[in-house]
């Protein structure tokens, strides 16, 4: 810890916001601060920039500006998407198909629609973290009511066959949602083009602020309306707009729409040159999920012989914010959902790192990171009994 140089590789659990988001918002702070429901010029403007925020927004996936919905972020958005559907296709079916892989705010919504009756199937991933269509197909009943697949994972990256899954879905008359909270900016959405009836997404995840998101809902879906009250986006979701959450939400989605190619190619390149090195100069290392389908600034590793936690903290120590395999964040060092969906033994499982490189990450991050990983990791090992028993047994 000689200098204070922080390393920040943590970009899929927030991302720092751009300045010129932050700029954007200030005036909605402190001179346009009027509620937009007002009648006077300064709600006026309120109203008008967050009717221009919907449309910035609907064009980055091919979405009319009506069916983007502003919430408080990507949890709502997914509760939102399963309870109202639930709620509103209950007479018609009860039963959902999602995936083993899915984030907290999808797994534990769909534990508690099971204690109000709902019948959900967990369909299981391939060891790349892949689910398949055909097996989507199979698993639709006549109670089938909705379908929800997340298009990128926020732990593995893999990114999901969506657009397959929609096909199947539609073509099977039920409603299908994706939680796109990791994959928005990052991959192109067409929402049309994929067939997607419910979308999730979060404004913290892609250089914006926090406690805004939205959820799309196609023209024609019919869902209950999440928070009752005053008659702010269509009735359907209450409580007074938060305006400058909103717009700097539109300003981030804008910016990152705009530079993502060219943004994505350079992660893409630090990132395989990042996975290139570990697997090549760390032995027994694995690379988690899938090679190819995958997100362009997620890699995650498995280090055999390492406890992540151990990891973590001497990373921390080093100024490199990660994150690891095990769900420290309830206090538990149970391993991950995602990594044993995988089929990966527990204690792989909890030797796993999570880096996930953002815009502002550079080649002098990555370097230094490597050579922190490496030292750390043969550190870890060197105290390890059953890494000395295992090496001299060879
Ligand atoms: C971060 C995340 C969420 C939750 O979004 P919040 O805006 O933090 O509520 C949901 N799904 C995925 C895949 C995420 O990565």
């Not at 369909?123 to 909705?146: A, F, M, Q, S, W």
């Not at 999730?200 to 799309?216: A, D, E, Q, V």
């Not at 893409?268 to 090195?277: H, Q, V």
């Not at 991050?365 to 009994?385: C, F, H, L, Q, T």
Request: hydrophobic share 40%; proline share 4%.
């Amino acid at each position: 810890m000689a200098d204070s140089r922080v390393v920040y590789l943590d970009n899929a659990a927030t991302t720092p916001v751009r300045p010129e988001v932050v700029e954007e918002m200030i005036p909605y702070f402190t001179e346009n601060y009027g509620n937009p429901s007002g009648i006077y010029r300064t709600a006026a403007k309120a109203k008008q920039a967050v009717a221009q925020a919907r449309q910035t927004i609907a064009s980055t996936i091919n979405a009319k500006p009506e069916c983007i919905y502003f919430t408080a972020g990507g949890s709502e958005s997914d509760n939102w998407a399963l309870k109202g559907i639930a709620e509103s296709l209950a007479s018609v079916g009860k039963h959902i198909i999602t995936t083993k892989i899915e984030h907290h705010a999808i797994l534990n919504t769909c534990s508690y629609l099971e204690k109000q009756g709902f019948d959900i199937t967990y369909l299981d991933v391939n060891e790349n973290g892949l689910v398949n269509p055909d097996v989507i197909e199979r698993t639709i009943r006549p109670d089938t009511i909705l379908i929800s697949v997340m298009l990128a994972n926020n732990e593995i990256g893999t990114i999901q066959p969506v657009e397959q899954i929609g096909k199947i879905a539609r073509e099977a008359g039920v409603l299908f949602h994706t939680d796109a909270v990791q994959a928005y900016t990052q991959i192109p959405i067409d929402v049309q083009a994929m067939n997607i009836d419910l979308m999730s997404t979060s404004g913290h995840k892609i250089n914006g602020p926090k406690g805004i998101g939205f959820l799309y809902i196609r023209e024609g879906v019919k869902i209950h309306s999440f928070i009752h009250g005053g008659a702010q986006e269509r009735k359907r979701r209450a409580g007074t707009e938060n305006v400058p959450g909103i717009i700097g939400m539109a300003k981030a989605a804008q910016m990152a729409a705009d530079d993502m190619e060219e943004r994505t190619a350079r992660e893409r390149k630090l990132r395989d040159y990042m996975i290139e090195r570990i697997l090549k100069e760390i032995p027994y290392t694995r690379l988690n999920g899938d090679a190819v389908k995958r997100l362009p600034g997620n890699a995650n590793f498995s280090f055999q012989f390492v406890e992540g936690e151990s990891l973590l903290i001497m990373l921390d120590m080093d100024g490199i914010c990660a994150s690891g395999g095990s769900a420290c964040a309830s206090g538990s060092l149970d391993p991950s959902h995602v990594l044993l969906a995988l089929g990966l033994p527990d204690d792989i499982a909890r030797g796993s790192l999570r880096l996930t490189l953002g815009a502002q990450t550079t080649r002098e991050d990555i370097d230094y990171a490597i050579e922190r990983i490496k030292a750390n990791v043969g550190r870890i090992r060197s105290m390890s009994p059953e890494y000395e028993c295992f090496t001299s047994h060879r």
